[in-house]
C-alpha cells in the first residue's frame, strides 16, 4: 500500500495525483548507457581476439561484467528514485512523500497555502516539468524540483482552494435561510 492511501483521513480522497517528471532519471540512463557501451566494447573485443587463456582475458571478462552490473545499477536507482516521490493533492491537504529507506513527508493543509510558485526552465516547459514552491502560511516554504506537469498541479490546488472556501452546501430547498436573529427568529 501506497503511502499516500494509507495516510487518507476519513472522508478525504485523492484529487489529483503526479509524480517526478522522467527527466529525473536522464543523467541515470545516461551513465548506465555508458556503462553498458563500456561492458560491450570489452565483450567485443574480447570476441574478436584469438584465445590465449592468459589472466588479462580473465580480468578483461570481470571488467566487462562488473560494467554491465553497474550500468543495470544505475538505471535502476534512477527507477527507483522517481518512483518513490508521491505528490497529490487531496481534498483537504496537499502530501509530499520522497525516499524510499529515508522518508521525508510534508503535509501541508489547503487553507494553510499561501501561493504556489512555479519557475519552468525552457526545456521544461517543452517537455511539460518544472519546480514548485508551495508558501504557506508564516512563510514557510516548501520547495519540489521536476515535478511533472507542475501547471495543473497548481490548478487542482487552487480547484480545492475555491470549493474549500465555497463553504457548505446550499440546503436541500436550493434556498439559503436567512441568519438568525438574537431570539432565534430568522429574518424573512
Same mark, same amino acid.
Given at each position: 500500500? =501506497?503511502?499516500?492511501?494509507? =495516510?487518507?483521513?476519513?472522508? +478525504?480522497?485523492? %484529487? ?7 527527466? %529525473? ?11 553498458? !557501451? ?10 574478436? @581476439? ?24 544505475? %538505471? ?9 516521490? +508521491? ?26 497555502? +499561501? ?7 525552457? !526545456? ?27 501547471? @495543473?498541479?497548481?490548478?487542482?490546488? @487552487?480547484?480545492?482552494? +475555491?470549493?474549500? =472556501? ?9 434556498? !439559503? @435561510? ?7 427568529? =430568522?429574518?424573512?
Amino acid at each position: 500500500m =501506497s503511502y499516500l492511501k494509507a =495516510s487518507l483521513v476519513p472522508g +478525504e480522497t485523492v %484529487v489529483y495525483q503526479t509524480r517526478l517528471h522522467w527527466i %529525473v532519471m536522464l543523467r541515470h540512463i545516461l551513465l548506465g548507457v555508458l556503462l553498458l !557501451a563500456g561492458s560491450g566494447a570489452l565483450l567485443s573485443y574480447l570476441l574478436h @581476439q584469438p584465445r590465449s587463456g592468459n589472466t588479462s582475458e580473465h580480468l578483461m571478462e570481470g571488467g566487462a561484467a562488473a560494467l554491465l552490473v553497474c550500468g543495470i545499477a544505475a %538505471v535502476l536507482v534512477g527507477v527507483v528514485r522517481r518512483n518513490a516521490t +508521491e505528490i497529490a493533492v487531496t481534498t483537504r491537504r496537499v502530501v509530499v512523500k520522497q525516499g524510499l529507506v529515508n522518508r521525508k513527508t510534508i503535509e501541508m493543509l489547503l487553507n494553510k497555502i +499561501e501561493t504556489i510558485e512555479i519557475s519552468e526552465p525552457m !526545456a521544461g516547459r517543452m517537455l511539460g516539468y518544472g519546480s514548485i514552491t508551495i508558501v504557506g502560511t508564516g512563510g514557510t516554504t516548501e520547495p519540489f524540483h521536476k515535478i511533472a506537469h507542475p501547471l @495543473q498541479f497548481r490548478s487542482e490546488v @487552487q480547484q480545492q482552494l +475555491e470549493k474549500l =472556501s465555497a463553504g457548505p452546501a446550499l440546503p436541500a430547498s436550493g434556498v !439559503a @435561510q436567512a441568519p438568525p436573529t438574537r431570539s432565534g427568529e =430568522s429574518l424573512r
